[in-house]
Nanobody, 116 residues
Framework: QVQLVEFGGGLVQAGGFLRLSCAASGLTLSRYRMHWYRQAPGKERELVATIRSGGYTYYVDSVKGRFTISRDNAKNTLYLQMNSLKPEDTAMYYC??????????WGQGTLVTVSS
């Protein structure tokens, strides 16, 4: 059974940083396309970043240059380093896994709150 468990959310001031982690079990993370999504109150879920099995990365324009997605294959863990945080980054952040373009598994989410 696949489990994705996120850690690292919290309250931070604007301009600060956080690192989110997603510990995976039941799958070999390096073989999957891994994503970070977020959902702010009253808004639709948004794809924030993706890392493919070959290492290719994608970022939504609003986080380019501030966020970095990475993975540690030995630890089977996905990360999202978030720097220069803005109040508009406030959201529930979800780790997700899938093969090709389909997401098949989701974590429970971790809340990030950025105060101005």
């Amino acid at each position: 059974q696949v489990q994705l468990v996120e850690f690292g959310g919290g309250l931070v001031q604007a301009g600060g940083f956080l690192r989110l982690s997603c510990a995976a079990s039941g799958l070999t993370l390096s073989r999957y396309r891994m994503h970070w999504y977020r959902q702010a109150p009253g808004k639709e879920r948004e794809l924030v970043a993706t890392i493919r099995s070959g290492g290719y990365t994608y970022y939504v324009d609003s986080v380019k240059g501030r966020f970095t997605i990475s993975r540690d294959n030995a630890k089977n863990t996905l990360y999202l380093q978030m720097n220069s945080l803005k109040p508009e980054d406030t959201a529930m952040y979800y780790c997700a896994a899938g093969l090709l373009s389909t997401v098949s598994d989701w974590g429970q989410g971790t809340l990030v709150t950025v105060s101005s």
